[in-house]
Every structure is written in structure tokens, then in C-alpha cells.
């Protein structure tokens, strides 16, 4: 996957160059599934990371009603309200389950030098509660530059991260965590980030990681010979957090069910996954694409995304077995981990509007997306869970995967089961009944899910969204 996570599409894109991006509507080869990906004009959509993306996408100095994107750049976009209203969370802040005493832990390398700003216009442009963003600095962090694609590509993904925890969970208190070394593939950048976890969890600071980046098994070295030591040696945070109680949430990644490895390996038969996605310890968080009126109404059942922009990551992995809480979709994921766990909002054809300043030539509204936007929306939901049931609620997956066998009324946990996760050329999983590899357990009704999560199954009541998803 490489990082940050969102919207990376490895090769394709690259040899399509800047010049076809811009000029508009682009195309890939067609998945090995049933229906070859759409095609969109992606003008006016940011593409990360930075090695070739912010400079790609159109800046705007005012974001565009969903209407408005369809007609004009010829994809749906979305707002926070709309999200909001998409997941069914007016319910709970009703309730006063807004977040509040909750800590969300975002980690990007560089970070943003205009995150506190950018929040704060982000929040009136919606008229959303501001909050103050907690920034702790981990090693040896460059001062930033506007003109080093690798450090506008992080603030981007650090405005997304923070912008869309913050939209679920407007109460929760942010910390951002920005390290000094890029994650890329293989262990580079891991390690100041792992540390950097470590060090919070210890000190008791987080409730819910955040983590929308990750690097393919088979780019840590020794993968090629069965030695998985470079990457199980960086486990510690996540020990730590499981020992703390600490939620850890990962990416999936966007490149579907390759991750950038479209033929897997000659030593493991299946395709490359991603870690730390992959881990048993962390939640692992897919994508799928929302079909939203302008008030946030659905408009048609969510799918799993996949367009000609990227997919949503999903696969098994060649380093972990099959934890003991996946035993009852062992017919999907076989002796292995699979993943994801869980999907939200992540496609192009149905972008987030982030507010952006850090480049000074590209100063406004941009559109963002990918598992990276799927992640912070899914950790403010952790957190909403966190403070309804008074205490942290630590490694979640047993939980999620015991509420699916309940129906979804009760566990606000609704299948996914159209689309797959093919892309470039390779055949995706498909989403079915019940778990797959595209889209996991599927997506959530925020509400029900929430009480569930908490331990208050019947709590969430039986008022459904008012549209079916």
C-alpha cells in the first residue's frame, strides 16, 4: 500500500502522468470481476499520497453540494453533516454520546503546521463544534516545506484524519502524533511511529489509534525466505494497547485485493495484504461508497468500492494465522487473517470535502478519499462507544465478529453485498452474504452499532435510518 493509504494506486496512475489527471477523465485496465471499474473525472479529486498527489487535484473556494459535484465534476461528494446523518448519529448525540472524554491518537508523518486552522474553518463551514487539537512531535520532525511533495502529501492526509475524527466525534479530544520519518514500504518510517505509540499508550494518553497507513508483508525483509521477524518485531504498540485496553484501527488499503501485488508471491499462493491492517491485534477497516442525496439520505445500498481511482483493500495474510475470532468465517479466510473487519465510506464517487492551507498555492476546499478516510470516520465511532459504555473497549474484533451473528436491528451491523474489490486488471473478492474479503462484516448503522458495541444491544432501538442501506 505504502503511504499514507489513501487513494494510492501504485503503477497505473503514475504512467497516466499529471497532464492526463488533470485534464480530466481517466482510465485503467478493467477488473478480473464481473463489471469493469467506472470511470470518473477525478479533476477535482485529491490523490495521495504526495509522490503524486495534492498538485493533482483542483483547489475550490467553496466545497459544492452533492447536486452540484455530480453535474459538474461528475462524481457525488459529501460533507460531515452528510456523513452524520449517513450513519444514523443524530440519535446518539441526542443522547449526549458526542466523544466527550474520549481521546482519539492520529498518527501522520510531518503532520500539518495549519491543522488548527484548517480544523477551525472545516468546523464553521459546517457548523461544527471546534476543538483543540493536542499536537505532540515524535523524534526528529523537519520543519515543514510547501514545496516537498512528501510533506504536503502527509498534511494532507493529517487535515482528512483529523477532520472526519473530529466529524463523528465532535467531542473527543484529538492528539496528532507526527513523526520525522516518511512510512513507505517495507519498515521505513515504522518504527518513530510504533515507538510513538508505545509511548502514549504507556503513558495512558488514547483511547482509539487511528492509523491510515500501512506497507505490504512481502516489502519487509526475509518475507521472500518465510522470516517475518522485520515485521512481527514491531508488534510492541499493539501489545502494549492490548495490554492498556487501547482500540488500534488500520487501513485496508486502496489498492484491492492485491495491495499493489497483483500476482502474490511464489512462497504464499494467495495475494499480498497489508500490515499493520493485517495484524490480529488491530481492526482493520475497508471501504465502500455511499450513494447520498444532498441531505445525506441514501439514495441506493452501499457497495464495496472500486472504481478506476482504487479499490478497497481486502485479502488474507502471508505472516498471521487465522485469529481465534475469525473461526466462524474460516470458509472465507481459511487457515489465515483476513480482511477487513469493517468497511465505511471510502470511494472517489462519493469524496469528503476537507479545508486545506498548509501549500499556499493551493489554499481552500479539496476532495479526499480512500480507506484513509474510512479509518477516522470509523475511530470517531469507537470513541462515541468508549464514552456510552464509560471505559475503553480495547481489541474490539471479538466483539465485532460475535454481534454479526445477531441480527442487524440489534448489532448495527449491516451487510454489504454488492461490488468487489478488483482493480487493474486483477479479479477482486466479491461481497456476499455475511463476510467476505471485500468489505468484511460490512458497514454500520451508527446508532444501533454504538449500543451494541457498548454492551447496550437493545439500546440503539429499533427506529431504523429511514432508508434501508
Given at each position: 500500500?505504502?503511504?499514507?493509504a489513501?487513494?494510492?494506486?501504485?503503477?497505473?496512475?503514475?504512467?497516466?502522468?499529471?497532464?492526463?489527471?488533470?485534464?480530466?477523465?481517466?482510465?485503467?485496465?478493467?477488473?478480473?470481476?464481473?463489471?469493469?471499474?467506472?470511470?470518473?473525472n477525478?479533476?477535482?479529486?485529491?490523490?495521495?499520497?504526495?509522490?503524486?498527489?495534492?498538485?493533482l487535484?483542483?483547489?475550490?473556494?467553496?466545497?459544492?453540494?452533492?447536486?452540484q459535484?455530480?453535474?459538474?465534476?461528475?462524481?457525488?461528494?459529501y460533507?460531515?453533516?452528510?456523513?452524520?446523518?449517513?450513519?444514523?448519529?443524530?440519535?446518539l448525540?441526542?443522547?449526549?454520546?458526542?466523544?466527550?472524554?474520549?481521546?482519539?491518537?492520529?498518527v501522520?508523518?510531518?503532520?500539518?503546521p495549519?491543522?488548527?486552522?484548517?480544523l477551525?474553518?472545516?468546523?464553521?463551514?459546517?457548523?461544527?463544534?471546534?476543538?483543540?487539537?493536542?499536537?505532540?512531535?515524535?523524534?526528529?520532525?523537519?520543519?515543514?516545506?510547501?514545496?516537498?511533495?512528501?510533506?504536503?502529501?502527509?498534511?494532507?492526509?493529517?487535515t482528512?484524519?483529523?477532520?472526519?475524527?473530529h466529524?463523528?466525534?465532535?467531542d473527543?479530544?484529538?492528539?496528532?502524533?507526527?513523526?520525522?520519518?516518511?512510512?513507505?514500504?517495507?519498515?521505513?518510517?515504522?518504527?518513530?511511529?510504533?515507538?510513538?505509540?508505545?509511548?502514549?499508550?504507556?503513558?495512558g494518553?488514547?483511547?482509539?489509534?487511528?492509523?491510515?497507513?500501512?506497507?505490504?508483508e512481502?516489502?519487509?525483509?526475509?518475507?521472500?525466505?518465510?522470516?517475518?521477524?522485520?515485521?512481527?518485531?514491531l508488534?510492541?504498540?499493539?501489545?502494549?494497547?492490548a495490554?492498556?485496553?487501547?482500540?488500534?484501527?488500520g487501513a485496508?488499503?486502496?489498492?484491492?485485493?492485491?495491495?499493489?501485488?497483483?500476482n502474490?508471491?511464489?512462497?504464499?499462493?494467495?495475494?499480498?495484504?497489508?500490515?499493520?491492517?493485517?495484524?490480529?491485534?488491530?481492526?482493520?477497516?475497508?471501504?465502500?461508497?455511499?450513494?447520498?442525496?444532498?441531505?445525506?439520505?441514501?439514495t441506493?445500498?452501499?457497495k464495496?468500492?472500486?472504481?478506476?481511482?482504487?479499490a478497497?483493500?481486502?485479502?488474507?495474510?502471508?505472516?498471521?494465522?487465522?485469529?481465534?475470532?475469525?473461526?466462524?468465517?474460516?470458509?472465507?479466510?481459511?487457515n489465515h487473517?483476513?480482511?477487513?473487519?469493517?468497511?465505511?465510506?471510502?470511494?472517489?464517487?462519493?469524496?469528503?470535502?476537507?479545508?486545506?492551507?498548509?501549500?499556499?498555492?493551493?489554499?481552500?476546499?479539496?476532495?479526499?478519499?480512500?480507506?484513509?478516510?474510512?479509518?477516522?470516520?470509523?475511530?470517531?465511532?469507537?470513541?462515541?462507544?468508549?464514552?456510552?459504555?464509560?471505559?475503553?473497549?480495547?481489541q474490539?474484533?471479538?466483539?465485532?465478529?460475535?454481534?454479526?451473528?445477531?441480527?442487524?436491528?440489534?448489532?448495527?451491523?449491516v451487510?454489504?453485498?454488492?461490488?468487489?474489490?478488483?482493480?487493474?486488471?486483477?479479479?477482486?473478492?466479491?461481497?456476499?452474504?455475511?463476510?467476505?474479503?471485500?468489505?468484511?462484516?460490512?458497514?454500520?448503522?451508527?446508532?444501533?452499532?454504538?449500543?451494541?458495541?457498548?454492551?447496550?444491544?437493545?439500546?440503539?432501538?429499533?427506529?431504523?435510518?429511514?432508508?434501508?442501506?
Amino acid at each position: 500500500m505504502g503511504s499514507p493509504a489513501t487513494l494510492r494506486r501504485a503503477l497505473a496512475l503514475l504512467a497516466v502522468g499529471a497532464t492526463a489527471l488533470t485534464a480530466g477523465t481517466i482510465a485503467v485496465p478493467a477488473v478480473g470481476a464481473a463489471t469493469a471499474a467506472p470511470t470518473y473525472n477525478l479533476s477535482g479529486v485529491h490523490v495521495r499520497p504526495a509522490s503524486f498527489g495534492h498538485h493533482l487535484a483542483t483547489t475550490r473556494p467553496a466545497p459544492l453540494s452533492t447536486t452540484q459535484c455530480v453535474s459538474q465534476i461528475g462524481i457525488h461528494c459529501y460533507s460531515p453533516v452528510q456523513y452524520q446523518k449517513a450513519y444514523n448519529l443524530a440519535p446518539l448525540y441526542n443522547e449526549g454520546i458526542t466523544g466527550k472524554g474520549r481521546t482519539i491518537v492520529i498518527v501522520d508523518s510531518f503532520g500539518s503546521p495549519t491543522i488548527q486552522h484548517d480544523l477551525e474553518v472545516f468546523d464553521k463551514q459546517w457548523g461544527l463544534k471546534d476543538t483543540q487539537v493536542e499536537v505532540k512531535k515524535w523524534g526528529n520532525v523537519p520543519v515543514f516545506d510547501p514545496k516537498n511533495a512528501d510533506h504536503t502529501g502527509w498534511a494532507g492526509e493529517t487535515t482528512l484524519d483529523v477532520e472526519y475524527a473530529h466529524a463523528m466525534a465532535p467531542d473527543a479530544h484529538i492528539v496528532l502524533v507526527e513523526t520525522g520519518v516518511a512510512e513507505t514500504e517495507g519498515t521505513t518510517g515504522l518504527p518513530e511511529m510504533m515507538d510513538a505509540e508505545k509511548d502514549l499508550i504507556k503513558k495512558g494518553v488514547g483511547d482509539v489509534i487511528s492509523q491510515s497507513f500501512g506497507a505490504t508483508e512481502n516489502t519487509f525483509p526475509g518475507y521472500d525466505k518465510g522470516d517475518f521477524k522485520s515485521l512481527t518485531d514491531l508488534r510492541y504498540a499493539f501489545k502494549a494497547a492490548a495490554e492498556r485496553n487501547v482500540t488500534v484501527l488500520g487501513a485496508s488499503g486502496d489498492n484491492g485485493a492485491t495491495d499493489s501485488q497483483p500476482n502474490g508471491t511464489d512462497l504464499y499462493p494467495f495475494k499480498v495484504n497489508s500490515w499493520p491492517s493485517s495484524d490480529p491485534l488491530v481492526t482493520s477497516i475497508g471501504g465502500t461508497q455511499l450513494t447520498l442525496d444532498d441531505n445525506g439520505n441514501r439514495t441506493a445500498a452501499d457497495k464495496v468500492w472500486h472504481d478506476n481511482s482504487g479499490a478497497g483493500g481486502g485479502g488474507v495474510s502471508g505472516v498471521f494465522q487465522r485469529p481465534w475470532y475469525q473461526a466462524g468465517v474460516s470458509d472465507v479466510t481459511g487457515n489465515h487473517r483476513g480482511t477487513p473487519d469493517i468497511s465505511m465510506s471510502a470511494a472517489v464517487d462519493g469524496a469528503a470535502w476537507t479545508y486545506e492551507s498548509y501549500d499556499p498555492t493551493a489554499v481552500g476546499w479539496h476532495l479526499t478519499g480512500g480507506t484513509s478516510e474510512a479509518t477516522p470516520l470509523f475511530s470517531g465511532i469507537v470513541a462515541l462507544a468508549d464514552q456510552l459504555a464509560g471505559h475503553r473497549l480495547g481489541q474490539i474484533n471479538p466483539s465485532l465478529y460475535g454481534l454479526s451473528l445477531l441480527p442487524s436491528k440489534w448489532s448495527g451491523i449491516v451487510d454489504v453485498k454488492d461490488g468487489d474489490n478488483g482493480w487493474g486488471g486483477v479479479t477482486g473478492y466479491k461481497a456476499t452474504e455475511g463476510y467476505d474479503l471485500a468489505s468484511g462484516l460490512g458497514t454500520i448503522d451508527g446508532t444501533k452499532f454504538v449500543h451494541a458495541l457498548a454492551g447496550d444491544i437493545l439500546g440503539g432501538g429499533d427506529d431504523s435510518q429511514g432508508d434501508e442501506q
